[in-house]
């Protein structure tokens, strides 16, 4: 009933449309300057479309008589009344300048007229915010990329889009989607797309972004990663702290004043907009937009954005945006592009029959059959003329599309795809891709598959991935992987090879089995926090063996399965059979004859090293994030998270006897994360977790609970670790211990205000990482700097063990550090 409800009208339009003419034309100023985007409607209607890019045109009207009006940002409205017959028509428009009225200006107190136009904004900016309460409409959207100019190369690698295209200029991404966006406010939403199309892509499902970027919000966001902190907007409450203004004239527009008024920042490098905003007279509400963010607006990713708005009446009293269009564009690495995306907003309706079940934890819904609609459907349909240069890419990247379906090309593709890479092999490992058989084999960089430490000598860690996509559709979700590894030290000539098996599958939610097996070595935190090539390092520069493993014959499996309203569950086994390794060798590339190795054993802890044993452990777990939103495609739903934190609960008993078990034990742990957006504030992210054993009979080293230390400068896994602890000093088996991480980041809160500083785009990043048992109490502070050439974060770190102060060092990392070990238990 829902989906009928949602797909009724764009059922009508296309019925209607069969019966209707088409109304083409061209909209210019006075002098022949083509106008893009301009918004043309029905007068007296939602009904509506926009201009391209190139200014074109295109309605389809029923027979009749009509007036039609046409607007753009700057310019006076004019309408224009028509009688519609089955016969094509075109109806050019001409638009003129506005003519700003700019009587006397009464300075009050030193003050422009604009600022108490902008002050009673904004007393009435929270009416409007909540205007209308609730609402469906349709929106059309199409979003387009283009290049003005790419390098041949870059970092190396040749520069190849394998369009066929070998211009400098052309368009990268273009796609379109027809959606019923459907409110309730303050926080409910839903987007059901009914048709998408994507250039070169049968099976893609476009962009749907629908939402009105809203100036009636304080801060104003647009995307995510443009900048976390939002945008000031120039009518939010604060806003007279942030922006000057200059009244720079007045119109008249349906017997309504309209105040054209400037927008300038106080400062440089804060989140704010630069252009004009038209208020109108006695409402003081929104007319029209033109705003422009730069990288002096703090915007990360682009450099430009521009945003324009026009507002136009629905009822009295209330107004909606009927058009909305964003220009990005950008330059990097000696990539210059832009581009735009528009939304056409049309057949409102402000009293929709919602019900129970029209808003659930699905916000973006794609139908089954939303992108196999027809070109005949899409000339219909489309409120927006396509351009030449669109049309030709639909064309090419179609049949190119179709083309790469046949074998041959797929052979002739994957040969030039496949080539080795001498850089990739060396430094980052390669990915080679079977188009046609849907495989992929991803090889190990020989830097990481090369390693030295004092247990093995030097050890060859030969790994590869095979994976499969068992789902024809690149949206499905079934797929089958499979890795073995083969390890050999050459000191102590031991052989560990072992074999993963994952499986993915889950036409609604993602689920994973996953089984693994054979010899292999582990670390005694079996988080792996000491990554070889780190190890490596700081043995042979340092004559400092961090890592401490033995080997282990072992079969592990576990499944996890996504349940829905943002809950996955986890089960989960593994079997070890542990050796003791001893070390081998004292080689190091430095001579320090003060320096001596430490055993191959958490020292201390233990003042000797394991004897062989064995343990079987299960494992259950469950994972809630509440109120969980999802995008659902036809074939899978994919959880995009929420607001609130993710509680995470896990329990390991040791089966004790089975299989030769000598461990006794059960042990338990609870984890709350979070990201909490504070907007101009940054954002402050937190983890905290409380755990213990509840039987602790018999517990082996690796079966520990450990604490994720860090002995190196490199900083270590940000939000789960310590980044000055020893790596097993404070390894336990205690009923009970809590531990807490925190960081703040400002995202150029404070930092913008420093001359010269702020031109960086510099962050600060303050915070702290705790632990408690009860015979130690361990807190580190740090404060440092972050976004450093965008990847780079450095932190100088102070430690305190039961209140006095211990060592400080400086630990630099990539902004989101993660972690170095490559272990695949749940």
């Known amino acids: 009933m829902i989906r009928s409800i949602f797909l009724l009208p764009a059922l009508l339009f296309i019925i209607s449309t069969s019966y209707a003419a088409k109304i083409t034309g061209i909209i210019t100023d006075n002098e022949g300057k083509l106008l893009p985007y301009a918004s043309i409607f029905i007068k007296g209607t939602t009904r509506g479309t926009n201009a391209n890019s190139e200014g074109r045109y295109s309605l389809n009207l029923e027979p009749g008589q009509y007036t039609l009006v046409c607007q753009h940002v700057g310019y006076k409205k004019e309408e224009r009344t028509i009688t519609v017959s089955n016969a094509e028509m075109e109806i050019d428009f001409k638009l003129s300048l ?19 136009i902008i002050r009673n904004a904004i007393k009435k900016r929270t009416y409007y915010q909540g205007q209308p309460a609730k609402f469906q409409c349709e929106v059309y959207t199409k979003g387009q990329m283009k290049v003005r100019n790419y390098p041949k190369k870059i970092f190396g690698q040749k520069v190849d889009f394998e369009d066929g295209d070998t211009s400098k200029q052309k368009i990268l991404y273009l796609s379109e989607t027809i959606s019923v966006y459907s409110v309730e406010k303050p926080n409910k939403e839903k987007i059901e797309v009914i048709s998408s199309k994507v250039s070169g892509q049968s099976n893609g499902f476009g962009l749907s972004a629908p939402r009105f970027i809203s100036f009636y919000d304080n801060n104003v966001f647009i995307g995510e990663n443009l900048n976390p902190r939002g945008f000031i907007s120039p009518i939010s409450d604060n806003a007279l702290n942030f922006y000057r203004y200059k009244l720079e004239g007045s119109f008249f527009e349906d017997g309504r004043e309209i105040d054209h008024i400037k927008v300038i920042p106080k400062r440089k490098y804060e989140p704010l907009f630069s252009g004009y905003i038209n208020i109108v007279a006695d409402e003081w509400r929104i007319h029209a937009v033109q705003l422009l963010l730069t990288k002096e607006s703090q915007m990360e990713l682009i450099d430009t954005l521009r945003i324009e708005q026009l507002y136009r009446p629905l009822e009295k009293d209330v107004w909606f945006v009927s058009s909305q269009v964003i220009y990005p564009a950008i330059k990097i690495l000696g990539f210059d592009a832009y581009g735009s995306f528009v939304n056409v907003y049309s057949n409102f309706n402000t009293n929709p029959a919602f019900n129970k079940k029209t808003f659930n934890n699905t916000i973006l819904k794609y139908t089954d059959s939303s992108n196999k609609k027809t070109p005949a459907y899409w000339e219909k349909a489309r409120p927006v003329p396509l351009m030449a240069d669109e049309v030709s890419d639909y064309k090419r990247k179609d049949s190119l599309e179709l083309a790469r379906k046949n074998p041959r090309y797929l052979d002739s593709l994957n040969k030039v ?15 080679f891709i079977n188009e046609k058989k849907r495989t992929a084999i991803t090889i190990r960089s020989l830097e990481d598959q090369f390693n030295y430490n004092i247990v093995e000598g030097f050890v060859i860690n030969t790994g590869l991935s095979w994976s499969k996509r068992i789902d024809s559709n690149s949206t499905g979700r079934r797929s089958i992987t499979f890795e073995p590894n083969l390890r050999y030290g050459f000191t102590n000539k031991h052989f560990a090879t072992h074999l993963t098996g994952i499986y993915r599958f889950g036409k609604k939610y993602a689920n994973t089995i996953s089984l693994s097996g054979g010899k292999r070595i582990f ?5 792996s926090p000491i990554g070889d090539h780190t190890n490596t390092v700081s043995t042979l520069f340092s004559r400092k063996n961090l890592s401490k493993i033995y080997e282990a014959w072992y079969l592990r ?5 996504g349940i829905g309203s943002g809950t996955t569950v986890t089960g989960a086994f593994q079997y070890q059979d542990r050796l003791p390794l001893e070390n081998r060798t004292d080689y190091s590339w430095v001579k320090n004859n003060n320096r001596v190795f430490t055993p191959n054993y958490p020292n201390e802890l233990v003042s000797q090293n394991i004897i062989r044993h064995q343990v079987l452990i299960v494992l259950l777990g469950i994972r809630w994030q509440p109120g969980s939103k999802y995008i659902e495609l036809p074939e899978r739903k994919i959880n995009i998270g929420s607001k ?25 742990k609870f984890t709350i994360r979070e990201d909490i957006n504070l907007h101009l504030l940054g954002r402050l992210s937190y983890r905290l977790g409380i755990g213990g054993f509840i039987n602790n009979n018999h517990v082996e080293i690796p079966d520990y609970f450990h604490f994720n230390g860090n002995q190196q400068s490199s900083a270590s896994e940000y939000l789960n670790s310590f980044q000055l602890l020893p790596y097993y000093q404070f390894s336990n088996t205690a009923k009970f211990y809590a531990l807490g991480h925190i960081e703040h980041h400002f995202n150029g809160f404070l930092t913008n205000k420093i001359p010269g500083f702020r031109k960086l785009n510099w962050y600060l990043v303050a915070g702290a990482n705790a632990f408690y048992l009860k015979d130690n109490n361990y807190q580190e502070y740090f404060i440092g700097l972050e976004n450093i050439f965008k990847q780079f974060r450095v932190d100088w770190v102070q430690s305190y063990l039961n209140g006095q102060a211990g060592k400080n060092h400086i630990r630099i990392g990539f902004r989101l550090a993660r972690r170095t070990g490559g272990d695949d238990w749940p």
């Open 557 to 561: 499996g576990s499944y996890i399965k």
């Open 523 to 527: 670390q005694f935190n079996n988080y």
């Open 417 to 431: 795809r496949n080539k080795p890479k001498p850089v990739s092999l060396l430094l980052l490992g390669q990915t």
């Open 98 to 116: 506005q003519d700003m009225l700019l009587g006397e200006v009464i300075i009050k107190n030193g003050e422009d007229p604009a600022y108490a």
């Open 644 to 668: 609130y934190p993710v509680f995470s609960l896990q329990y390991t008993q040791a089966i004790k006897g089975l299989l030769g078990n000598d461990a006794d034990f059960s042990k338990w």
